[in-house]
């Protein structure tokens, strides 16, 4: 049996970041005696105690359970091929990038700057993803995985992706260590920060293609 996880998965909001654990307790058949029982211990009784018990562990009949973790953190070079999907996630080698901390903005979507023209300001959230990781080495550590996607928060020569992407006004804070970034964007109103209706639902949802 695996259980992964990942060194920044305990730390997620909402259950979202995920703990794994997994506890096996091997019992033997009813009526059978017990490794190294002196006879005085019945089935009935107890397993846990509140006293501290030496473990052989060239003779304990338990199962050991495999646990897989998963890198805590890992280089990661992004090719001038990778597919930039939005101002979050990326694809590169057949596997899909989600920034952890980020709420990507519709690429499609259109903002509404203060002189009443519109800015595609979704394209220019998902050029500004694309530059920061394309031909570059990112250091990375995977939160979760979903299959082939891995939620991750990576570095790049030193500063965090998700923060750049959120003080940018490229996205909209997905954790709350995010949330001074995304309002200090909002006040200097950058990028979906300049639509008065964003900054009135403090969001970009998607769909508004005005």
């Not at 509140?50 to 003779?59: A, E, G, K, L, V």
Request: with cysteine; net charge positive; glycine share 10%.
């Amino acid at each position: 049996m695996t259980c992964r996880t990942g060194k920044r998965g305990r730390r997620w909001r909402g259950g979202v970041h995920a703990v794994c654990a997994l506890i096996l307790l091997s019992l033997p058949p009813a009526g059978a005696p017990w490794a190294g029982d002196s006879g005085n211990l019945r089935h009935d009784e107890p397993v846990w105690t509140d006293r501290p018990i030496r473990i052989d562990r060239n003779n304990q009949p338990y199962e050991r359970i495999a646990v897989e973790r998963l890198p805590e953190r890992f280089p990661l070079r992004i090719s001038s091929r990778a597919t930039v999907f939005d101002s979050a996630s990326f694809r590169d080698g057949g596997r899909i990038y989600v920034l952890t901390g980020v709420v990507a903005v519709d690429p499609g979507r259109r903002c509404r700057q203060a002189d009443g023209g519109l800015a595609i300001c979704g394209q220019q959230a998902r050029v500004l993803l694309r530059r920061l990781v394309q031909n570059v080495a990112l250091a990375c550590e995977e939160d979760f995985r979903l299959a082939t996607v891995s939620f991750v928060t990576c570095r790049r020569q030193g500063r965090d992706l998700a923060t750049v992407i959120i003080e940018n006004g490229a996205g909209w804070a997905a954790l709350p260590a995010l949330a001074a970034a995304q309002e200090e964007a909002m006040r200097m109103r950058k990028g979906i920060w300049a639509d008065a209706r964003c900054r009135e639902t403090r969001r970009c949802p998607p769909g508004e293609k005005r």
